[in-house]
């Protein structure tokens, strides 16, 4: 409420008189009737404003400003039902609608200001809210309640003094040598006078509370808050009862002026520590009471001057930068420091013209009465809530959602409603548009909501009738109201001064994110918030000097390559081209190279260590091959199979799952482990996100669809985990993933781990900062998908003859399924479909090293070479290496560099490697002992490249490079069709978009043997012999799946075909 003078106001104070009642006159109390009270003439302040008149108001008064409100909310609300009725039938537009909607609107406006002025208390509060509310209210109410904002009944001076004189316990001529007796503006609560220090002479403000107005506004939250138990009774899904108490909690602060000078400081010390230009009142201490406060007076202009054109062009002034520095300081104070103000109306922010400040101006916020402190679980929980809106993170959204205290309705939480309330819930979000634009939305939105309430009242259901949230909610926390409450007023503060394009996420999820990453490195905060659960206090970095590694003169390699890659990992963190890194080398069972780099997401500072666990995304569904082989060899051995060893990949897979495909299918287990099934083609019509957790529906629908032979190699992406999952059941009769996976290769190394509780794991990023820039197409779209969805009551169901679809048909119709940020999920029977369960780069390297594992793989034939993914699909997913071995593993081409390049030497291995990140790969041949290189990182956008050049770097050090990451011509072909297929679309999106994967991995060439710049041996981008490497390159790619096309049978080790 504090306002400052505006511009052009006189700034002539008088002294006024020194006179004051000293004792203020008897309050009558008790029930009296009107003609037993005195009652005083109606006064008008010299400016012509009506008189405060609260200071003496009896138990009658206020029951008379109780029932007197009641009445106008029941005349208002027959008027306008009457007009509803009068106009059903007519269109907007029409003189017939219009012209009875806009007199109506004109009459409850004008009333509704005209009794909040003459009752004053919360009503003017509330009118002050709704002025802010441009485009949401018809332009009558938000013109009306602009009034509120500013021209509002004064205390008489006599009272005003008197008020000085009981608080600060000395008489207002003491303090001040003069005080103008006009205040400066008047609000709800308090006004503000211009006067002069007599200690200092300085000119301040000093806000008094106008006399009795604690007891008026307690008695408009008890009139409240019988509304709402009334309207909660008649109507549960607008139940309002958490509001008022929330409003019932915070009056008491809002009507001490200590609180209010504790916020102002805290504020002030806050904005300035961060370097943001928002301007903050200075208190003088020792002249603040409950009732009376003095500040620095501060001469400004109205924030609303920015709506004007030729003001800002005036004054040089960018409405767009200066709203930009006022949001700035409201993420600042919610998320890095837990207070904010919780009333940022128009008459509540000035500006002040300043040539040296962002956009020429400096916002000032005034009366901080009303503010809101949260605690840090809450401070952290709502920065996650903004940080997963910001990266469509749906399954961190409901996550954290239920962490800060939401509890949602059980019978409500399907895959759509998940689905719309992400989708409302960023429409809440969007950047700022005009009143037009936001009355539009407003009325699209009254339209869905009369059409549900339609429908269930057809259907019978309370269920669907409503989607408000006081419907779906059981429980919600109480800092979420003031935190909406302060973000709804600046949006509307941002639509009234027609500043379009406000991106008011991107800016809150920014300091979201910082405030997440300083969270994280607390301890004690880490420990209270369940959002950073089951996580340990971890020990710094690990720290690698060259200097130390070169003192040992027997393991120069070691030390070499250790420096090459800590340096190389060092180097994309700064460039932020990754966030957490780990990069193991094994040669003949020694650990040559342990690297551990970065954080653990870009919103969790603590360093990834070794133990360090990082999501497996699609490389799980390897591991659970490796695993499968396992056990069928140990079975084998024990002639429980009545198969030879060789023979068992032979077998159908009927004979383990008998009741696959129907029991019909000759599929082997080659078959299914070398993607041999046309399983890509074979998801369920309707695959949600639940779907990634429902084993038995899955394992259902594959003992339903038809999968009757072998065909083309495609790469089964996601269903790959279900098949391995039933498969480890059937053969070991554990049907848990996690623990069959443990069971088979802990003992060869593998740590593998749950994603929740397992001690230190890393989160995958996806940090893409056009996502949290929310459009209103993004908003039509969305209501669009929810005219077409189940919860809307239109039958969703798929009436197709078929029972499957393909990838691309999935992707289309949920991309959220495929969203690489479902690995963050910290539930689910199946993990997500295996993307969430994690490992250490270690753990993956010292499982593939295993001879034990190597000499189960080459005597059941499973490195011989099955055939090649020639999609663009299958090979972005698959990080290029989508040549398969019969048992599920990816075959890794080599070719020399340097010298071994003059020869024409190739080498190759076998590995496991996933598009999104993870890696590890051996080769046997390239030293003595062979090879082992494990690469984990945990961000989906730069992953693949980051991999490509570590794994480069590494083997440069025994003179090849990897050949698999270049695209082939047969691929390169089938990228430029998915170009333009909107299907892929929302996929791609979510890693950069395929351009950004085409362009990151080997399409540049260049001399091998160049000097380490951040991308080994690469020339420059479009540079005529890098086009010339690149098109030789993707040649003998062509001609080598040319040659090895078809041959699944071939029986040649993987080692030896790749050296051919």
């Not at 002249?287 to 400004?300: D, R, W």
């Not at 700022?432 to 407003?442: G, K």
Request: charged residues 25%; proline residues 4%; hydrophobic residues 40%.
């Amino acid at each position: 409420m504090t306002r400052l003078e505006a511009s052009g106001a006189s700034t002539s104070m008088d002294t006024g008189s020194w006179n004051y009642e000293s004792v203020p006159p008897p309050r009558v109390r008790g029930i009296q009737c009107c003609s037993c009270r005195p009652k005083p003439e109606i006064r008008k302040a010299t400016s012509g404003a009506p008189i405060w008149d609260t200071a003496d108001l009896t138990w009658w008064d206020l029951q008379r400003r109780r029932w007197s409100t009641l009445w106008l909310m029941k005349s208002i609300y027959y008027r306008t039902k009457q007009v509803d009725a009068d106009t059903a039938g007519k269109e907007p537009g029409d003189p017939d609608y219009d012209g009875p909607w806009n007199d109506i609107h004109d009459r409850n406006a004008r009333e509704m200001r005209e009794h909040a002025e003459q009752v004053k208390g919360l009503f003017i509060k509330a009118g002050q809210v709704m002025s802010s509310m441009i485009g949401i209210l018809p332009d009558q109410y938000t013109q009306e309640f602009l009034l509120l904002t500013d021209h509002l009944p004064v205390s008489t001076i006599n009272e005003v003094f008197r008020t000085i004189r009981q608080d600060l316990k000395r008489p207002p001529r003491d303090l001040f040598s003069s005080f103008d007796p006009e205040p400066i503006a008047s609000a709800s609560i308090a006004q503000v006078h211009r006067a002069r220090l007599r200690s200092t002479g300085e000119v301040v403000a000093v806000k008094v509370q106008h006399e009795g107005v604690d007891r008026v506004f307690l008695d408009d939250v008890a009139t409240l808050s019988v509304v709402a138990s009334q309207l909660a009774f008649w109507a549960p899904d607008l139940d309002f009862t958490k509001f008022v108490e929330e409003w019932d909690e915070s009056l008491p602060r809002e009507l001490d002026f200590h609180e209010e000078r504790r916020a102002l400081e805290r504020a002030g010390a806050v904005l300035r520590k961060a370097g943001n230009r928002t301007i903050v009142p200075r208190v003088f201490q020792g002249l603040v009471g409950q009732h009376v406060l003095v500040m620095e007076f501060i001469k400004a202009d109205p924030i609303m001057c920015l709506q004007d054109s030729g003001y800002c062009a005036q004054h040089g002034v960018d409405k767009h930068i200066v709203l930009e520095t006022l949001l700035d300081a409201f993420g600042i104070m919610a998320f890095k420091d837990g207070m904010f103000h919780c009333d940022p109306h128009a008459g509540n922010v000035r500006l002040i013209i300043d040539k040296n400040c962002p956009g020429g101006a400096a916002p000032v916020l005034f009366d901080w009465g009303l503010f809101r402190e949260i605690t840090d679980d809450e401070r952290i929980c709502m920065a996650k809530v903004f940080h997963s809106l910001a990266n469509f993170d749906v399954s961190g959204f409901f996550d954290i959602l239920q962490v800060l205290g939401f509890h949602i309705r059980p019978e409500l939480m399907s895959d759509e409603f998940r689905r719309e309330l992400l989708d409302r819930a960023r429409g809440v979000m969007k950047d700022t548009v005009n009143r037009e634009t936001t009355r539009a939305n407003v009325k699209f939105e009254m339209a869905e909501y009369r059409e549900r309430l339609r429908r269930a009242e057809l259907e019978g259901s309370n269920l669907k009738g409503s989607y408000s949230p006081l419907f779906f909610l059981e429980e919600f926390p109480s800092c979420i109201i003031f935190f909406m409450r302060m973000l709804n007023i600046l949006r509307g503060l941002c639509g009234a001064v027609n500043a379009e394009g406000m991106p008011i996420l991107q800016i809150f999820s920014r300091h979201a994110k910082e405030a997440l990453l300083e969270g994280s490195q607390k301890q004690a905060l880490a420990s209270s918030v369940r959002l950073f659960a089951g996580r340990e206090p971890q020990r710094s970095s690990r720290r690698i000097e060259e200097e130390d590694l070169l003192t040992d003169q027997g393991n120069v390699r070691q030390a070499s390559l250790e420096v090459r890659i800590g340096q190389m990992a060092k180097s994309f963190i700064a460039a932020q081209r990754a966030v957490g890194v780990q990069v193991v080398v094994i040669q003949g069972g020694q650990m040559i190279c342990d690297i551990n780099a970065g954080t653990l997401s870009t919103t969790d500072a603590r360093p990834v260590q070794t133990s360090t666990h990082f999501p497996l995304m699609g490389a799980t569904a390897g591991l659970a091959a490796l695993a499968t082989l396992r056990a069928l060899h140990r079975l084998a051995d024990a002639q429980k199979l009545a198969l030879s060893t060789e023979e068992v990949l032979r077998m159908p897979i009927v004979q383990l799952w008998p009741d696959f495909s129907g029991g019909s299918s000759t599929l082997t287990v080659a078959d299914i482990l070398s993607h041999q099934a046309g399983m890509q083609s074979a998801f369920p019509r309707r695959f949600t996100p639940k779907q990634l957790d429902d084993v038995a529906s899955m394992v259902q629908h594959f003992e339903q669809v038809s999968l009757p032979c072998a065909q083309e190699t495609r790469y089964n992406y996601l269903l790959q985990a279900f098949i391995m999952s039933k498969l480890g059941d059937c053969i070991t009769g554990n049907d848990n993933l996690l623990h069959w996976l443990d069971a088979e290769l802990g003992a060869l190394g593998l740590d593998i781990a749950a994603p929740a509780g397992r001690g230190e794991e890393a989160s995958v990023c996806r940090d893409v900062p056009n996502l949290s820039r929310i459009s209103m197409t993004e908003v039509a779209e969305g209501r669009v998908r929810r005219k077409t969805s189940a919860i809307f009551g239109v039958d969703c169901r798929d009436h197709s003859e078929s029972n499957t679809q393909t990838l691309l048909e999935s992707i289309a119709k949920d991309p959220l399924v495929f969203d690489p940020l479902q690995a963050n999920s910290t539930s689910g029977a199946l993990f997500r479909g295996g993307l969430s369960l994690g490992a250490s780069a270690k753990g993956l390297a010292t499982l593939l090293s295993s001879e034990g594992l190597q000499q189960n793989l080459t005597a059941m034939g499973a490195l011989e070479a099955a055939d090649m993914d020639p999609t663009a699909v299958g090979w972005m997913l698959t990080g290029g290496a989508c040549l398969w071995t019969r048992g599920g593993l990816q075959l890794l081409e080599l070719q020399g560099s340097g010298r071994r390049a003059l020869i024409a030497s190739r080498q190759g291995g076998y590995g496991i490697v996933c598009g999104f990140g993870p890696c590890v790969v051996h080769f046997p041949s390239i030293a003595a002992g062979g090879v082992t290189v494990a690469v984990m990182v945990n961000d989906v956008l730069r992953g693949r490249e980051v991999v490509r050049d570590l794994i480069t770097e590494v083997l440069a050090g025994y003179g090849y490079v990897p050949a698999w990451t270049a695209m082939p011509m047969r691929v390169l072909v089938d990228a430029g069709r998915l170009t333009r297929s909107k299907e892929l679309e929302p996929l791609l999106d979510s890693v950069g978009g395929l351009r950004n994967i085409i362009g990151g991995l080997s399409m540049e060439g260049g001399t091998e043997n160049a000097p380490y710049t951040g991308k080994r041996g690469q020339a420059r981008r479009g540079s005529q012999s890098g086009c010339m490497a690149y098109i030789g390159r993707c040649c003998m790619s062509l001609c080598c799946c040319a040659k090895y096309a078809g041959k699944r049978s071939m029986k040649v080790p993987a080692t030896e075909h790749l050296a051919r």
